[in-house]
Each structure stands twice: as C-alpha cells, then as structure tokens.
C-alpha cells in the first residue's frame, strides 16, 4: 500500500466544522469517500454539517482552546474511526477590536483558539501519524500578518504564528517522518462570518483545500498555497541567478490537483 493509500484508508479531522469553511471542507471530503470527525462548539451547527454528509461524519462538541476536551475527542475519533490521516487545522475566531480596546485577556483567548488549537490538535493527531509513518496536515492561514488591517491585531498575530508554526513542525519532523506531508493553505477572501460578503464562496474554495488534504507528495513538504496554488518561496539573487542558468527559467509554481 503507497502512502497516499494509507491516507484514504484512515480518517480526516476537520476543526470549526459547523459551519463556514470547514462545514464546506467535511462535506468536500466525504463526498471524495474520506470519513471525517469535525470538531465545533456548537452542537446544533454540527447538526448541520452532519445532515448534510450522514454517517461518513462524526460531529465532536469540542472548543479547541479547551485541550482536555480536545484529546478527548480525537480519543472518541480513533474508536468510531480509527487513525487519523488527515487534520485540517481550520477552527478560527476574528474578533474586531480597536487595539486600544482590547484586554490582554481577550487577547490571548484568540491565540489560544487560532494558535494553541492548532497546535493541540497537531500533537494528538501525530500520535497516529508518527506511529504508521504516515499522515497529511494542511494549516489554514491568511496573509493577515503580512498586511494586518485595522481592529485585527489579535487575529493577525495568532495567524502569524500559525504560519510560523507549519515551520517549526517541519524542522522537527521532516526528517525523521517525511511522509507527513505539512502544508500551509491559504483559501482567500470567503463569502463567510469572518470573510466579505462578495467573496469566494467557501464549498468553492474547499474543492482546493480538500484536494490539497488528499494530495500526499513529500516535494509539497513545506510548501504554501494560496487559493490553487502555490507561493513560491523568496529567492535571493545567488538564487535567481542559479536558476536562470540551471533552469533557464524561474521555477514554475505549482498547482493544486483538481
């Protein structure tokens, strides 16, 4: 059985999947034939997503600050599932809050849902992951750090260290388990709570990030998406130097699989 394979046969975790994106990626990848636990607050909106995927979905009340909570879902996941082969780190909050208005208090419970979520969830899906060797992570992530906007601190630095994060992951792991896949996705501007009201419909969207989920290729390793695809890494000058006399060419970005 090929690593890719391996990831079918397993099981995806998908947080914040009552509504929104994740709703979009859980029913996405069921209907790819993935079974997937989707993490929420909230049990009526898991409902929903539930109602919408059947018995190839298992809705977990869990909020992903809350870690005991959390563990205790993935624990729920692997006996109604089995190994997890996929997360999805999607769960997020945006709060809009002038700088001025904002308590150190409220401050870090948006780091830790955006970041200490991620990075729980991180650790009790590697539990399975490091122990067959294989396993596909994908950290959804914006450029809200690059450029933060206005009433967005908390949101922008949390999703900063996000994208820091699928970093440090790869420099502790990718040696020793290349067949964890870790990719950082960033899906554009949605027509959802914390998106515009014009902007890309999520289901749109979760075609990519599902797709990109089930796409188990170590030269991905590392990489980031944006919407389809790939953002190339900054290349100094000794870098595009070599690469117009070895490649001739510029290194050609890469797309997402359909």
Known sequence: MTPSDEIQQGCAVVTGAGSGLGQALSVELARRGMQVAGFGRREDALAETAAQIGD????IKADVSDFTALRNGFDQVRMHFGPVTILINNAAVYPRRDLL???????MQVMAINLGGMVAATQYALTDMTRAGVGRIVNVSSFADIAPIPASAAYSVSKGAGRIWSRAMLA??????????????????????MGIPD??????????GAALSLWHDRAINGATFEMDREVPEPRGLKRKIKDAILLRRAPVPRKIPG
Not at 56 to 59: Q, S, Y
Not at 179 to 191: E, F, K, R
Request: glycine residues 4%.
């Open 101 to 107: 208005e904002e308590s150190p208090e409220a401050f």
């Open 56 to 59: 190839a979905f298992l809705p």
């Open 199 to 208: 902007g890309l419909a999520p289901e749109a969207a979760a075609k990519w």
């Open 172 to 193: 502790d792991l990718h040696d020793r388990f290349p067949d964890i896949v870790i990719s950082t996705w960033m899906p554009g501007m949605l027509a959802t709570d």
